[in-house]
Antibody, heavy 123, light 108 residues
């Protein structure tokens, strides 16, 4: 079964940094784009960042642009999210998700999700 | 950014009811629209992609329709396990997504 397991969350002070990891298994990691999606307490889903399948192109929500960096290590099948200059509003559960594409029409969709890791930004 | 607006924000329904949730995009997105279900404390689950394609393993009581700016998720006969929050998500602008604000389906 395809699996994604996030780790690296925790409590950090405003202005601090944290690196999240997402360990992928049972699929060809380098063939798929990947995304990070977060959910603040009691709020809806917010897409944060994505990495193209070839690992070259990166995409960010305006709310994190310039502060967060997405990357991957193909040798360990791990996706990362480096988070710098953290703010209270970054407090959320962070999910990683695998992006699949429909055979016809170039339709992307997030078909596999991890269980999430919690980030709390507070002094 | 493409704005996605869902309605209603919440609804109450009974087991066996037909439920319809609407999602409107701020611009035309063709059929680049996905639907997810999320239960409390759990990760989202993909239900529908490309506006009307049922994800493998999802019960056939779920269906999606629409194109352009207006989309609908329908649950034909609500089951106890369907009480959850539902989100639409546009996949039109490559790898730069936005979600609707969610629709919570509660027990009447």
């Amino acid at each position: 079964e395809v699996q994604l397991v996030e780790s690296g969350g925790g409590l950090v002070q405003p202005g601090g940094s944290l690196r999240l990891s997402c360990a992928a298994s049972r699929f060809t990691f380098t063939s798929y784009a990947m995304s990070w999606v977060r959910q603040a307490p009691g709020k809806g889903l917010e897409w944060v960042s994505a990495l193209s399948g070839n690992g070259i192109s990166t995409y960010y929500a305006d709310s994190v642009k310039g502060r967060f960096t997405i990357s991957r290590d193909s040798s360990t099948n791990t996706l990362y999210l480096q988070m710098n200059s953290l703010r209270a509003e970054d407090t959320a559960v962070y999910y990683c998700a695998k992006e699949d594409i429909a055979a016809v029409g170039y339709y992307y969709y997030m078909d596999v999700w991890g269980k999430g890791t919690t980030v709390t930004v507070s002094s | 950014d493409i704005q996605m607006t869902q309605s209603p924000s919440s609804l109450s329904a009974s087991v066996g009811d037909r439920v319809t949730i609407t999602c409107r995009a701020g611009q035309s997105i063709s059929s680049y629209l996905n639907w997810y279900q999320q239960k409390p404390g759990k990760a989202p689950k993909l239900l529908i992609y490309a506006a009307s394609s049922l994800q493998s393993g999802v019960p056939s009581r779920f269906s999606g329709s629409g194109s352009g700016t207006d989309f609908t998720l329908t649950i034909s006969s609500l089951q106890p396990e369907d009480f959850a929050t539902y989100y639409c998500q546009q996949s039109y602008s490559t790898l730069t997504w936005t979600f609707g604000q969610g629709t919570k389906v509660e027990i009447k």
